[in-house]
């Protein structure tokens, strides 16, 4: 085993776009014509209602949900989609969409770690599986990113062992582990107590300031404040209005915004 931590390529940020996307169930349009580019490196904080779409947008764009009209690119690269003939859209295979998803970093709101795996495994797992890096350099690794997140002591601990705050950053430690261009966060404090929040939102925070791309699902709106870039509304399924923070959450032009706002500030 080496004696120094392997560390994978570093992946540049990507920019992220979403194309007239439109998803519904049945007779529910979940999302009604979603158009929406990220830059590279920017931190873009989706906020709304529940029941309007965020954590549905966030699914579509690793393709956990398959839009029925639009599609994603990242990178410039469609996902879950190719170009056939004549321009039309044909589904990817699943092994070509799990490749594609290992581009796209996914922390969710319950933490999803495998319960008989210790921490460092759990972290471990990913590069693994895909062939990046071996079981020695990938356990290396882990235990770096186990310690970028405060819990480099904790890599023996099972996650029944852990405070939810805890394996919350277990959690976001796995994303970071296939080096992706992006990070999906669905709401990732939403399933703790209180008084742990402070501690994932930190390590999302340091996050923000290294130049990843990041996409953030969340309630928390002083903190959306302080980290976002860029922060869009959704409600029905639409994007009523996105600017920066300054804009958006203290001068919103739409009076839907305004009425949200006024019952979450």
Avoid: C
């Avoid at 529940?50 to 996902?79: A, D, F, Q």
């Avoid at 709106?221 to 639409?238: K, M, N, T, Y």
């Amino acid at each position: 085993m080496s004696t120094t931590a392997p560390t994978l390529p570093k992946t540049a940020p990507v920019s992220l776009e979403l194309h007239d996307v439109h998803k519904w169930y049945g007779a529910h349009r979940v999302l009604d014509g979603i158009d929406l580019t990220i830059r590279p490196g920017e931190v873009t904080v989706i906020i709304g209602p529940s029941g309007s779409g965020k954590s549905t947008l966030l699914r579509v764009v690793n393709h956990l949900e398959k839009p029925e009209i639009g599609y994603v690119s990242v990178g410039g690269e469609p996902i879950g989609v190719r170009r056939g003939s004549g321009g039309r859209l044909k589904e990817l295979s699943e092994r070509a969409i799990l490749a594609q998803r290992g581009r796209i970093g996914f922390v969710f709101q319950n933490f999803n770690l495998f319960p008989h795996l210790t921490v460092l495994d759990n972290v471990a797992a990913a590069p693994v599986a895909t062939g990046r890096l071996t079981k020695p350099e990938a356990r290396e690794l882990a235990r770096e990113l186990l310690g970028r997140v405060g819990l480099g002591d904790k890599a023996g601990a099972y996650p029944r062992q852990l405070s939810g705050g805890q394996q919350q950053r277990v959690a976001i430690a796995r994303a970071l582990a296939l080096r992706p261009g992006v990070i999906l966060f669905d709401e990732p404090t939403s399933a703790l107590d209180p008084e742990l929040v402070g501690e994932v939102l930190a390590v999302i925070k340091d996050l923000a300031g290294s130049g990843t791309t990041l996409v953030i699902v969340t309630h928390e709106i002083g903190f959306a404040r302080e980290v976002a870039d860029r922060i869009v509304f959704l409600d029905g399924g639409r994007i009523v209005e996105q600017g920066p923070p300054s804009e958006v959450l203290d001068k919103p032009r739409h009076a839907r915004t305004r009425d949200f706002l006024a019952k979450v500030l």
